[in-house]
T-cell receptor, first 117, second 112 residues
């Protein structure tokens, strides 16, 4: 398996534009996580899905952020409109979830570095 | 809610020296604990994990960690550090719902 695949790897956009980040989890995994990493706040969980259903979105900063998982092999994180403070590295991760037991680790993608100017 | 603290923001050791990175957690039930490593510009890679059994767990790259319930700790160790170990290290705890919570990370620098 190629692992968790994120695209794009880098995104530079202007303030106010819509940004869509994409993630393909590892085949067979049933939990998917979106994290944001910044120097100031470290790794923050934004949202996680289990069996394509959002379980906890309490980390989503505000209404400008939305995430979807239309099927088991694809998820998107959308920011509309984007702001400079959204600049960060966004990671997607997947795991076998509760079905796999709590010892199952999360596998991370390479991340998307977002810069909003 | 669970939480993880890593008291050391930055540690510098000489190549060949031993290493211990500290991790303390707060969790109501039996914790499931992980150590991840992140190299610059990369994602997080799992070093090791603990969820039951022997409290001393072995991981990749010569790392090990010991779970101490009485101290709510899960410290990461390596007997002899290599220059390639320079990276950021994250401790994490997961609850039953697989909600991973990460510590703030410890940046490791290795002197030649």
């Amino acid at each position: 398996d190629a692992g968790v695949i994120q695209s794009p790897r880098h995104e530079v956009t202007e303030m106010g534009q819509e940004v869509t980040l994409r993630c393909k989890p590892i085949s067979g995994h049933n939990s998917l996580f979106w994290y944001r990493q910044t120097m100031m706040r470290g790794l923050e969980l934004l949202i996680y899905f289990n069996n394509n259903v959002p379980i906890d979105d309490s980390g989503m900063p505000e209404d400008r952020f939305s995430a979807k998982m239309p099927n088991a092999s694809f998820s998107t994180l959308k920011i509309q409109p984007s702001e400079p403070r959204d600049s960060a590295v966004y990671f997607c991760a997947s795991s076998f979830g509760p079905r796999g037991g709590r010892g199952t680790e999360a596998f991370f993608g390479q991340g998307t570095r977002l810069t909003v100017v | 809610a669970q939480s993880v603290t890593q008291p050391d923001i930055h540690i510098t050791v000489s190549e060949g020296a031993s290493l211990e990175l500290r991790c303390n957690y707060s969790y109501g039930a039996t914790p499931y604990l992980f150590w991840y490593v992140q190299s610059p510009g990369q994602g997080l890679q799992l070093l090791l994990k603990y969820f039951s059994g022997d409290t001393l767990v072995q991981g990749i790259k010569g790392f090990e960690a010991e779970f101490k319930r009485s101290q709510s700790s899960f410290n990461l160790r390596k007997p002899s550090v290599h220059w390639s170990d320079a990276a950021e290290y994250f401790c994490a705890v997961a609850d039953y719902g697989q909600n991973f919570v990460f510590g703030p990370g410890t940046r490791l620098s290795v002197l030649p």
